[in-house]
């Protein structure tokens, strides 16, 4: 067990150690870019959800309109206003 969590750590440290060289040779200028596209995507989710919450909204409203506006016509026939 000892053997495999030797392993494990090397590993851990390799790959840590090649995230580091992979940081060091990326130019601040491009991790400027990477952080705008990650806010871009994050914000792109966002409105899409938002989109989606709206056109439901709008979709029951059209809804509640179209059945109050039934509603109405069937008072107006039994009233007799409309033939």
Known sequence: MRKSFLRAQRTWFSLHEKS???NLCLSPQTLGHLEKAVVLELTLKHLNALTAVTEQQHQKIVALQNGEINKLDHF?????CII
């Open 76 to 80: 107006l026939v039994r009233l007799g």
């Open 20 to 22: 580091q060289a992979a």
